[in-house]
């Protein structure tokens, strides 16, 4: 019997230790929160904030380096034990489920998805018979089109947004009392995300659950949410109804949050200028596999783009949509198929040896993954002085030169003799955008680069982009999928979808007058978007 | 899926072609084989005799057509020694070595893997100090060296003379030398075998099936252990491709009437065809084995189906 004003969850006082030698001595602490029937309630931070160290006190599968060691967790009432039970975990589980952010990951890759629903019923000691007819009843409930199809695939043949789905189907398998999920749709494009957010909130009314929602969007705060609390390193800063907290934020960080998740296409205008850069209908096809099972993936078609110098051109699309492979292209690391390019006239396509290393001086790149980017064994200094060295500096030269670029963006001196393990992702990117920058290109290309970054760090790092560009004036080709990034800091747009340019145009009016279909469900999609403004 | 099944049956068709014609070179530049066959001091019309009866006074492309074709129709020549064709003679011994590498392997897959296990599930303590330790020495060792010492102690602790039951082949007789053989691969199967399940255990769907309310055994054994043995399917294709070529020590040590003992001899009394044969039944073996990995891969692998 669930009494209705009883709170399903309840958090009071609680405290989550790191392990020594960690930047702090708690995970999160004095953590208080309660869920009440039906409600959803979201928990909004940034990374490190501690917002998912939360869901696995709740759900009990908090690593052993992180003990609970300060207050209650209350499921319907009753105390959670504080350690790993596994007697405990199976009772949790029926009054709780779970979704994680990569979804595809965390179902088992070679067992068909059906039996590993069956599975949880199995464990739960359902009959055989009852099993498959109630995984069936459950796959057509969270909306997915062939329901018996999907019972027979393998995790690996559904996308992200059907696997998320499956996970969803697991969660709700033994109808809980609490819904759990953790960035469920920060994975998923835009599109797909909408219909995932469509979907939690009709499940919640049907199986009359309450969920705990973790995000670091706001938009998806503002679809979904009743309640919401926000985290910063391992406290709640503000907490109330989403309603009160989107309106009217009584904190500051609160409200720098807000405001970076704001559609803003008013600073910039189109300046004419000559142009520097340009790409006349090129291709690009990947060929895999060998003789018999050769296939082809045309991953660019016939794309064109004009980019003035000094001026910023943002490719929007969802994943798989061709915009990496554009540009690869654009700087020369693949070989197009078909089709010209041209950098300040001049026919850059076929360029060799010298010409072509002269060109790559003049191109640089800032790409997504700022971890992955910088060598481990190099200290700051030497990646950002290799370029100018290669390209003939004197050892010296290139030092002091590479010293300059670190304030430039923001970094001190003495970081030069550090390695990049001793950075955090943003100061990452910004030692990226120094080793670009250092070769005095005349454009530069960003492939998703502030796309691993916080919300907060992300603003900082577009601030960045647009004053080195003012100072410096380069041209920019930004690559994002996230369309409030686009709108912060592009002066023109093209929107792509399978390889093809769908859209282009001056920003402003792409984003308030789209004109092609895909361009419009993708502005419509954006999490928050209510008619023709987001939040 | 055809596709691949195709392209995998003619990339170990061109190997086993680059095989043979690499054993045509080599025997042919090894020497002149008419003056190997014929006896030591011969005189020059002999050997030219012998070249001709052998065809080896036609050019060599001649020769290489005329090879090819009689490997195609199943002919292998035959042993200069005994007049027996080599086929003849490689099939005599090949049972004895195929039931001390079977053996050797039995060992190697369950002692590795229980101790890979072991380790994996202990990270950190004693117990997976103690199998690393064990398993750097069992791939350290070099098995002429742990054969001697098998015997050695065998001969010293219990009387009992371990080096060799003759040309019999016994249940007891085949327990040392299959320890000697095994010992290196149960130590990279233990190796193997724990890395392979760490990276496991730490995946995400693991954490996903705990929350989902399923034990920690049923997680281990359905979820764990058979995505784990994926990466291990390789390494025994590897060890069933090196069936015949592994035992040529360890046989030679505990004279044991196999393959590796006739490879051996054959080398020494200078007997090409059997050579040949025996080069090209260990190149074919590895070649075999790795298509029935790939063939493997296909069904305990569903991901590698819609490449």
């Known amino acids: 019997m669930k009494n209705t004003n009883a709170a399903i969850l309840e958090l009071s006082n609680v405290g989550i230790g790191l392990p020594l030698g960690a930047d702090r001595q708690w995970a999160v602490r004095d953590v208080s929160l309660t869920i009440l029937p039906q409600q959803t309630l979201c928990l909004v931070g940034e990374s490190g904030s501690g917002k998912s160290v939360i869901a696995q006190a709740i759900m009990g599968i908090l690593p052993s380096a992180l003990p609970l060691k300060e207050g209650k967790i209350k499921l319907l009432g009753k105390d959670i034990p504080k350690q790993r039970s596994p007697n405990f975990n199976l009772l949790r589980s029926v009054k709780m489920g779970m979704v994680f952010q990569d979804a595809v990951a965390s179902l088992n890759p070679i067992k068909k998805v059906g039996h590993q629903l069956e599975e949880i019923l199995l464990v739960h000691g359902v009959s055989r018979k009852e099993r498959k007819s109630r995984v069936l009843k459950m796959l057509s409930a969270v909306l997915l089109p062939n329901p018996e199809s999907a019972y027979r695939s393998y995790p690996h043949e559904m996308s992200g947004g059907q696997a998320q789905r499956i996970v969803i189907a697991g969660a709700l398998l033994l109808n809980p009392s609490l819904l759990i999920a953790d960035e469920p749709t920060t994975a998923l494009d835009v599109t797909t995300q909408a219909e995932i957010l469509e979907l939690i909130t009709k499940l919640k009314i049907e199986f009359n659950t309450s969920v705990l929602f973790i995000t670091h969007d706001f938009g998806v705060v503002s679809e979904v949410g009743d309640q919401i609390a926000v985290m910063k390193d391992g406290k709640i800063l503000e907490q109330g109804s989403v309603k009160n907290v989107l309106k009217n934020p009584q904190n500051e960080y609160t409200r720098s949050l807000l405001k970076a998740a704001n559609l803003d296409t008013s600073k910039k205008k189109l300046k004419e200028t000559e142009e520097i850069l340009k790409a006349d209908n090129i291709s690009l096809t990947y060929k895999k596999g060998f003789f018999f099972n050769q296939t082809k993936f045309k991953a660019v078609q016939k794309v064109s783009l004009s980019l003035t110098a000094g001026s910023t051109l943002a490719v929007v699309g969802e994943s798989g949509s061709g915009k990496s492979s554009l540009a690869k292209c654009l700087l020369r690391l693949e070989k197009t198929n078909s089709g010209k390019i041209y950098y300040r006239g001049k026919d850059i396509t076929d360029l060799k040896g010298a010409h072509l290393k002269n060109f790559r001086s003049k191109v640089q790149v800032v790409l997504q993954d700022p971890f992955g980017a910088l060598d481990p064994r190099f200290k700051i200094i030497d990646a950002i002085a290799e370029g100018p060295i290669i390209h003939g500096s004197s050892w010296n030269e290139a030092n002091s030169r590479a010293i300059e670029m670190l304030s430039l963006v923001g970094l001190t001196p003495q970081s030069a003799e550090r390695y990049p393990q001793e950075f955090s992702g943003g100061q990452r990117q910004r030692i990226c955008i120094a080793r670009a920058l250092i070769m005095r290109p005349e454009v530069l290309i960003a492939d998703e680069a502030v796309s691993a970054l916080d919300v907060s760090i992300q603003v900082k790092i577009l601030d960045l982009f647009e004053d080195l560009q003012k100072r410096l004036g380069f041209a920019m080709i930004f690559i994002t999928h996230d369309l409030h990034v686009a709108a912060a800091i592009s002066d023109s747009v093209i929107v792509m979808k399978d390889g093809r340019v769908v859209e282009s145009g001056q920003t402003s009016s792409v984003f308030m007058n789209p004109q092609a279909k895909y361009t419009k469900m993708l502005i419509s999609s954006a999490p928050g978007y209510q008619g023709g403004e987001v939040l | ?307």
């Open chain 2, 1 to 307: 899926m055809t596709g691949f099944i195709l392209s995998k049956l003619l990339r170990a068709f061109i190997t086993l072609l680059l095989t043979v014609s690499l054993v045509f070179i080599f025997i042919r530049f090894s020497g002149d084989p008419a003056a190997a066959m014929a006896p030591p001091d011969a005189p020059q019309e002999v050997i030219d005799q012998y070249a001709e009866k052998l065809g080896l006074d036609k050019p060599l492309w001649v020769q290489y057509t005329n090879y090819l074709g009689q490997i195609f129709r199943g002919d292998f020549g035959h042993s200069v020694d005994s007049g027996r064709s080599s086929v003849s003679l490689f099939l005599d011994r090949l049972p004895a070595t195929l039931y001390l590498g079977g053996f050797s392997l039995l060992i190697a897959l369950t002692v590795g893997i229980s101790l890979g296990t072991v380790a994996a599930l202990n990270r950190g303590n004693f117990l997976d100090r103690g199998v690393m330790a064990f398993s750097v020495f069992a791939f350290a060792m070099p098995n002429f060296l742990f054969g001697l010492a098998v015997i050695l102690i065998g001969a010293l602790g219990f009387q009992t003379y371990l080096g060799g039951q003759g040309a019999s082949i016994s249940w007891v007789g085949v327990l040392p030398p299959a320890l000697t053989l095994g010992l290196a691969s149960t130590g990279s199967y233990a190796r193997f075998s724990r890395s392979s399940l760490l990276e496991t255990i730490n995946k995400p769907f693991l954490l996903a099936a705990e929350a989902r309310g399923i034990s920690r055994t049923r997680r281990l054994i359905f979820h764990a252990m058979p995505n784990a043995a994926i990466p291990l399917v390789t390494l025994i294709g590897l060890s069933l491709g090196g069936l015949i070529a592994g035992s040529v020590v360890t046989e030679q040590v505990f004279a044991w009437p196999g393959v590796g003992q006739l490879l051996v001899r054959s080398v020494a009394t200078r007997d090409i065809a059997t050579v040949q044969f025996i080069v090209l039944a260990i190149a074919g073996t590895m070649v075999v084995a790795n298509l029935l990995v790939d063939f493997l891969y296909l069904i305990i692998d569903p991901r590698i189906r819609v490449q």
